[in-house]
T-cell receptor, first 112, second 113 residues
Framework: EPEVTQTPSHQVTQMGQEVILRCVPISNHLYFYWYRQILGQKVEFLVSFYNNEISEKSEIFDDQFSVERPDGSNFTLKIRSTKLEDSAMYFC??????????FGSGTRLTVV | AQSVTQLDSQVPVFEEAPVELRCNYSSSVSVYLFWYVQYPNQGLQLLLKYLSGSTLVKGINGFEAEFNKSQTSFHLRKPSVHISDTAEYFCAVRETGFQKLVFGTGTRLLVSP
């Protein structure tokens, strides 16, 4: 069964550093997403991406965040200057037009 | 804007007993509904989804859910749970015409022998 692949599985970074989280969505999916889950809390929507542009974003997704699809397979989330409160599990997902969502296994980001 | 309520933060149950995890949503338009399971230190796995058609949806691992439009509910049920069902369960909704999922706060199912 096709999978969404995320790398790395765990990343530790110092406060103020830039971090890039990587994802390879399912190849025939058209919509790509990032969600995050702070430890012990619910899963929160960050951003959706379609046709090479952001289609929707939440208030969490401020100027410190950006997404990119640099080639035909990768989908990245960049945090420019990490804060302690950015520590969370970040999930990438992709979906078809009809909403067949598939999530990756996540990247645990720890900001120290 | 849509929202999802999972009133039970934790549901303890004995092995082989039935269980129901409650989910209610609010939305001004038609919705699609989902249940995801998250095992410790793992990602989100789709249990089942309602897109259209029959309101009773069967998923993996013996789970099923029923969409009740009048009560705006999508409760998850299993007639007989196993120890291995211990996990966090998230209900999610997506409004038609939009792509993002909105999740509930989750229900921790604790199955004991």
């Amino acid at each position: 069964e096709p999978e969404v692949t995320q790398t790395p599985s765990h990343q530790v970074t110092q406060m103020g550093q830039e971090v890039i989280l990587r994802c390879v969505p399912i190849s025939n999916h058209l919509y790509f997403y990032w969600y995050r889950q702070i430890l012990g809390q619910k899963v929160e929507f960050l951003v959706s991406f379609y046709n090479n542009e952001i289609s929707e974003k939440s208030e969490i997704f401020d100027d410190q965040f950006s997404v990119e699809r640099p080639d035909g397979s990768n989908f990245t989330l960049k945090i420019r200057s990490t804060k302690l409160e950015d520590s969370a599990m970040y999930f990438c997902a992709s979906s078809t037009e009809s909403g067949g969502y598939t999530f990756g296994s996540g990247t645990r980001l720890t900001v120290v | 804007a849509q929202s999802v309520t999972q009133l039970d933060s934790q549901v303890p149950v004995f092995e082989e007993a039935p269980v129901e995890l409650r989910c209610n949503y609010s939305s001004s338009v038609s919705v699609y509904l989902f249940w995801y399971v998250q095992y410790p230190n793992q990602g989100l796995q789709l249990l089942l989804k309602y897109l259209s058609g029959s309101t009773l949806v069967k998923g993996i691992n013996g789970f099923e859910a029923e969409f009740n439009k009048s009560q705006t509910s999508f409760h998850l049920r299993k007639p007989s749970v196993h120890i291995s069902d211990t996990a966090e369960y998230f209900c999610a909704v997506r409004e038609t015409g939009f792509q993002k999922l909105v999740f509930g706060t989750g229900t921790r199912l604790l199955v004991s022998p």
